[in-house]
């Protein structure tokens, strides 16, 4: 039985999948975290403690010190001996994999994972090796922003180096929405989690073709390929990510070339040893990159894919952690496709309630249904942490899935009471 170091987690799926994943394994994990409050206030009324709070320890430093997180891991690690090191959320990769480097542990290497996770460095990283991306330019202020948008050439997309689930993300037509777009960039200088942001933003040509995403698990030194995802896209001018199908309805030319792109990206940011979801335009010119990230996906694909394939991400990422071999050969589950989708609210208010749950809920091949409760406010969706809610469906029949999620969505219909949120 192992013993894992949890440093910090997103609160949303993967925060559950990966204290069951550990669990199931028979291991136990110590979890360590800045503001346990923000773990309590996630669980939500009547729905009992968080699952990442049965940790066998939960302790409190800060974490968003890394020279001093990573003396207070060695004196716990002293005490109650760690196997493995790990964390669901983004802002906290680099501060793991320096932590399982100081300790000894299995991980990544550092400089690989603070790349991925600064995509200004990683498209620089990426290019350099002759990776296949949208043409770029990194700025630091507005007269440089301005500049070099007029050489790229409008519409493009604009876009902070250092933040998640889309936060920001915006397509800008011409100037005045690109001067909009940086500006709010500009008025978000601390992420989330009380982190200073790095100030500078990426500016990319606009790439048109579907977007996928590669799923896939390297292990000293070779990388298998779990599978590919589709993603759906709306919320313009944002990019928010409104449902996805496993596996994508691809030609197999086409996979085999998202694939063969998203592996030789990891390859050329040097990422080992590591669950990572990486994202995929398949544009008339072939795939390009749109991101690299170095952990399981988010947005339920992890459950996407363990319902078609059997295969278990979070526990693959655990088992990488542990230093140990993961389990990726894939069995029969009787399932051709599972789906998602998630519910986004199109106005300011306060959720009043979600008409027709009932009938969702009770709908052939519906796995998940989960709904914001009543009294939330709301706002017009601007990124992924403003979903209402999502719905799971699976098929027997390989790409049937995706359509069958949509008609489930189709009935859900939130009542907002319109004011400000």
Same mark, same amino acid.
């Given at each position: 039985?192992?013993?894992?170091?949890?440093?910090?987690?997103?609160?949303?799926?993967?925060?559950?999948?990966?204290?069951?994943?550990?669990?199931?394994?028979?291991?136990?994990?110590?979890?360590?975290?800045?503001?346990?409050?923000?773990?309590?206030?996630?669980?939500?009324?009547?729905?009992?403690?968080?699952?990442l709070?049965?940790?066998?320890?939960?302790?409190?430093?800060?974490?968003?010190?890394?020279?001093?997180?990573l003396?207070?891991?060695?004196?716990?690690?002293?005490?109650?001996?760690?196997?493995?090191?790990?964390?669901?959320?983004?802002?906290?990769?680099?501060?793991?994999?320096?932590?399982?480097?100081?300790?000894?542990?299995?991980g990544?290497?550092?400089?690989?994972?603070?790349a991925?996770?600064?995509?200004?460095?990683?498209?620089?990283?990426?290019?350099?090796?002759?990776?296949?991306?949208?043409?770029?330019?990194?700025? !630091?202020?507005?007269?440089?922003?301005?500049?070099?948008?007029?050489?790229?050439?409008?519409?493009?997309v604009?876009?902070?180096v250092?933040?998640?689930?889309?936060?920001?993300?915006?397509?800008?037509?011409?100037?005045?929405?690109?001067?909009?777009?940086?500006?709010?960039?500009?008025?978000?200088?601390?992420?989330?989690?009380? !982190?200073?942001?790095?100030?500078?933003?990426?500016?990319?040509?606009?790439?048109?073709?579907?977007?996928?995403?590669?799923?896939?698990?390297?292990?000293?030194g070779?990388?298998?390929?779990?599978?590919?995802?589709?993603?759906?896209?709306?919320?313009?001018? +944002?990019?928010?990510?409104?449902?996805?199908?496993?596996?994508?309805?691809?030609?197999?030319?086409?996979?085999?070339?998202?694939?063969?792109?998203? *592996?030789?990206?990891? !390859?050329?940011?040097?990422?080992?040893r590591?669950?990572?979801?990486?994202?995929?335009?398949?544009?008339?010119?072939?795939?390009?990159?749109?991101?690299?990230?170095?952990?399981?996906?988010?947005?339920?694909?992890?459950?996407?894919?363990?319902? *078609?394939?059997?295969?278990?991400?979070?526990?693959?990422?655990?088992?990488?952690?542990?230093?140990?071999r993961?389990?990726?050969?894939?069995?029969?589950?009787?399932?051709?496709?599972a789906?998602?989708?998630f519910?986004?609210?199109?106005?300011?208010?306060?959720l009043?309630?979600?008409?027709?749950?009932?009938?969702?809920?009770?709908?052939?091949?519906?796995?998940?249904?989960?709904?914001?409760?009543?009294?939330?406010?709301?706002?017009?969706?601007?990124?992924?942490?403003?979903?209402?809610?999502?719905?799971?469906?699976?098929?027997?029949?390989?790409?049937? +899935?995706?359509?069958?999620?949509?008609?489930?969505?189709?009935?859900?219909?939130?009542?907002?009471?319109?004011?400000?949120?």
């Amino acid at each position: 039985m192992g013993h894992l170091l949890m440093i910090e987690s997103w609160v949303g799926a993967m925060s559950r999948l990966l204290p069951r994943a550990i669990g199931e394994a028979g291991h136990r994990f110590t979890f360590l975290t800045r503001d346990l409050h923000h773990y309590l206030r996630a669980a939500g009324p009547g729905s009992g403690p968080h699952p990442l709070l049965a940790a066998q320890h939960v302790l409190t430093a800060e974490t968003n010190d890394t020279p001093a997180l990573l003396d207070f891991a060695e004196r716990l690690h002293r005490v109650l001996r760690f196997d493995g090191v790990l964390s669901s959320c983004d802002y906290y990769l680099p501060a793991v994999a320096r932590v399982a480097d100081r300790l000894g542990l299995p991980g990544p290497a550092p400089e690989a994972v603070e790349a991925a996770c600064r995509k200004d460095t990683s498209r620089r990283l990426l290019a350099r090796a002759g990776v296949p991306g949208p043409r770029f330019a990194v700025c !630091q202020d507005w007269p440089e922003t301005a500049e070099a948008a007029a050489d790229l050439g409008y519409p493009l997309v604009i876009k902070p180096v250092d933040l998640c689930a889309g936060m920001y993300v915006r397509k800008a037509a011409d100037e005045r929405q690109l001067a909009e777009a940086w500006k709010a960039i500009g008025g978000f200088p601390v992420n989330a989690r009380g !982190q200073r942001r790095i100030p500078a933003v990426l500016l990319e040509e606009l790439l048109t073709g579907p977007e996928v995403s590669v799923e896939t698990v390297s292990w000293d030194g070779t990388c298998q390929v779990v599978g590919v995802t589709d993603k759906s896209l709306g919320g313009a001018p +944002a990019f928010i990510e409104t449902g996805h199908m496993f596996p994508a309805a691809l030609e197999p030319a086409d996979r085999r070339a998202a694939a063969g792109t998203a *592996v030789a990206a990891l !390859q050329a940011l040097g990422l080992d040893r590591v669950v990572a979801h990486t994202e995929i335009r398949l544009t008339p010119d072939g795939p390009r990159v749109i991101e690299v990230n170095p952990r399981p996906a988010g947005n339920r694909i992890t459950e996407l894919v363990r319902h *078609v394939t059997g295969i278990d991400l979070p526990g693959a990422a655990v088992d990488v952690a542990l230093g140990r071999r993961p389990d990726l050969e894939p069995r029969e589950t009787g399932v051709g496709s599972a789906a998602v989708g998630f519910l986004l609210p199109d106005r300011d208010g306060e959720l009043a309630g979600i008409d027709g749950a009932g009938p969702a809920a009770a709908a052939d091949g519906v796995r998940e249904l989960e709904l914001a409760a009543p009294g939330r406010a709301v706002r017009p969706a601007a990124s992924n942490n403003d979903y209402l809610g999502h719905v799971m469906v699976t098929d027997a029949r390989p790409g049937a +899935a995706r359509r069958r999620v949509a008609d489930v969505l189709a009935g859900l219909r939130p009542r907002i009471t319109e004011g400000p949120a």
